[in-house]
């Protein structure tokens, strides 16, 4: 017992893009001394990649010399290639051209999930520090560490007595999954998916403590239409058995492949509704998942219109609604700027849906390049090509929709309960989900000057129909009251109607603290509406422009007054440094002009998504 036969792993040059290929990547940085790690902005010498940290266990590498990732080539020195045999690579170049996505993907990086997150986590005295992955991990060294390891989960012994195990189904880097049958108790003759972790590849309390986490997450979250049902964790000597829905559709990957490609938009936007809806449930509970590529979908049955789950929480972790995370984790092809720049919540997953999307709609990747770091520059750096076939022919609602998905700047970006509203997806057909976001935002209305209500409110009347949309649907799911009206209540009903365990640990509910100041006054949905927007969001809209305008001839009639540069600066927290610049933004008559009113709804500097601030 315990390993399950099955079929061979296609190689890297079979040419074609396997299960197998997953390219999850990973530091190795030994992550625990981070903070002497922190790359606080693209340096200019490396054509903008982030400043990353050198790494210590790394030889020098012909492609990736700079770059702390693994080597995507792990088979050989020299310079292997990604392509197969006979097809000579074209130079990595910053903004690629379409590359068919049938173009085989590397080989995997090696494996080697560091998280730094564990020592930044003050709440959790009790979580195993690390120290640094020593330089070569020599055998005796090894065999030290691994005796002080609790490789003991606590979760069921009797897997075998549960459980007929049979083929294997799937592989990755942390398991494989097998194909199994229940023997008895509610699981009786009924076919389930066991992925098997070997508790000898687990060399790390980290690596023990992200198998945990794993379980703990798909636990919590199991019961989502869109994200595959736990049955059960178990676990002997040697392996850890994850008990879940048997998927028999495959993955997405596989489908898009199968279709040569690419989905018509009708097809796509089925998968993506379904995408984001299960995203939007995570992000609520406080879980990122950090790693959403098409290999991580998988189809209940065969058949065309099966549902689609979300599967493989290995990189996945709870994140408190005010965190960043900075440990630099996922797959190259799906990874978000601000991931690279290593400060980053839950929008990181909305870029990957972007990237996604992307190959959804025209069958190529967004960002290419032949090397894991010509990858990230092209993140970090290039825009999308939406010029070349099949382009043209897609609708404008849905390249309005990639790109506001793939926006550099994070804060712009939409979250997945706003990309349910965008008139690419909306119909009637999908309900809208509770967005977390809003709870930020009232939160840091409700804790603003006056005089920036005042410039939220003028900005709330220019609003257009397609904003609104989202705005009203999140204020239904608080239950208004017969007056029309929410309080603090509303706010807090609303989420314990959505909350499953995870939220305990992501701490969702401590949002509720900071807006006590609705446990003593409501909110009708004009109010609602100043108070739920966010300027950098509207920013990236298409008619930014006019909105500003608008909203500032509201401003004008209620809201604009005389203000000094010295009541300015402490409105924005601005000492007198900013003197000069805030005069710019005062016109003859002592009022905001234009220019300021549109920079004081931004609130302090308007950066980039290079922007490390660390909450
Ligand atoms: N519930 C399931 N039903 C059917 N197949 C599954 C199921 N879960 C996983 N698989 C298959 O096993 C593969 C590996 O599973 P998973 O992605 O969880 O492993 P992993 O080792 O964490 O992978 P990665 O290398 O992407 O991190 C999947 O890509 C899929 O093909
Ligand atoms: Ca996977
Ligand atoms: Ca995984």
């Not at 025209?362 to 290419?368: A, D, E, I």
Request: proline residues 7%; hydrophobic residues 35%; contains cysteine.
């Amino acid at each position: 017992m315990g390993q399950c036969y099955g079929k061979t792993i296609p190689t890297a040059d079979s040419g074609r893009p396997t299960t197998t290929t997953t390219t999850t990547i990973t530091t190795a940085v030994a992550d625990s001394s981070s903070s002497t790690h922190q790359s606080p902005a693209p340096s200019a010498a490396n054509n903008g990649a982030p400043n990353l940290p050198s790494v210590k266990n790394t030889p020098a590498r012909s492609s990736a010399a700079a770059s702390p990732w693994p080597s995507p080539y792990p088979h050989g020195g020299g310079a292997p290639s990604p392509l197969p045999v006979g097809v000579s690579p074209s130079p990595a170049r910053s903004t690629p051209g379409r590359r068919f996505f049938k173009r085989p993907f590397p080989p995997p990086s090696p494996a080697k999930h560091i998280k730094a997150s564990l020592a930044r986590r003050f709440g959790h005295p009790k979580t195993p520090r690390e120290g640094p992955i020593p330089e070569d991990g020599t055998a005796a060294a090894e065999g030290d560490r691994q005796q002080f390891l609790d490789k003991n989960f606590g979760y069921n012994k009797n897997f075998g007595a549960k459980f007929e195990l049979g083929k294997e189904v799937g592989r990755g880097h942390f398991g494989h999954t097998c194909y199994a049958r229940g023997k008895k108790g509610e699981l009786k003759d009924q076919p389930v998916a066991v992925k098997i972790i070997s508790k000898a590849k687990m060399t790390t309390a980290i690596s023990i403590e992200d198998v945990r986490r794993e379980v703990k997450i798909l636990k919590a979250l199991s019961g989502h239409r869109h994200l595959v049902k736990f049955y059960d964790a178990c676990e002997d000597s040697n392996h850890v058995y994850i008990v879940m829905e048997l998927c028999e559709g495959g993955e997405l990957l596989d489908r898009i492949l199968s279709r040569g490609g690419r989905y018509t938009e009708e097809d796509a936007k089925l998968i993506v509704v379904q995408i984001l809806s299960v995203v939007a449930f995570c992000h609520l509970q406080g879980v990122v998942h950090r790693d959403l590529k098409p290999e991580n979908f998988l189809f209940t049955s065969r058949s065309e219109d099966a549902d689609m789950k979300l599967i493989d929480f290995g990189l996945s972790d709870f994140i408190r609604p005010d965190e960043r995370l900075n440990d630099i984790v996922g797959s190259a092809y799906y990874v978000a700027p601000e991931v690279l720049h290593r400060s980053y919540s839950l929008e990181a997953d909305i870029w990957s849906i972007g990237v996604i999307t992307y190959i959804l709609l025209c069958g190529s990747r967004p960002f290419w390049a032949r090397t894991e770091s010509g990858i990230f520059r092209a993140v970090l750096r290039a825009d999308p090509n939406f010029e070349d076939l099949p382009w043209p022919s897609v609708s404008l609602e849905a390249k309005d929709f990639v790109k506001r998905l793939l926006n550099k700047d994070y804060r712009k970006r939409m979250t997945a309960a706003q990309a349910l509203t965008h008139p690419w997806l909306r119909s009637e057909s999908h309900p809208i989900p509770l967005d977390i976001l809003i709870y930020k935002l009232v939160k840091s209305y409700l804790h603003a000057t006056p005089f920036k209500r005042a410039a939220l409110k003028a900005l709330s009347k220019a609003l257009t129909e397609d904003e609104l949309v989202y705005l009203k649907a999140q204020f239904m799911l608080l239950e208004p009251n017969k007056d029309g009206r929410v309080s603090l209540e509303n706010f807090k009903m609303a989420l314990l109607r959505n909350a499953t365990d995870a939220m305990k640990e992501s701490r969702v509910p401590e949002a509720l603290n900071a807006m006590a100041p609705l446990a003593y006054r409501k909110m009708d949905f004009e109010e609602f509406c100043a108070a739920a927007i966010s300027t950098y969001q509207l920013e990236a809209l298409e008619g930014w422009e006019q909105i500003a305008s608008t909203a500032f001839d509201h401003f004008e009639l209620e809201g604009n007054r005389m203000i000094s540069v010295e009541e300015l600066a402490r409105e924005l927290n601005l000492g007198p440094t900013a003197h000069s610049i805030l005069r710019e933004w005062i016109r003859g008559d002592g009022k905001l002009s234009l220019l300021g009113f549109t920079k004081f709804l931004h609130g302090v500097t308007v950066r980039s998504s290079s922007n490390t601030r660390h909450h």
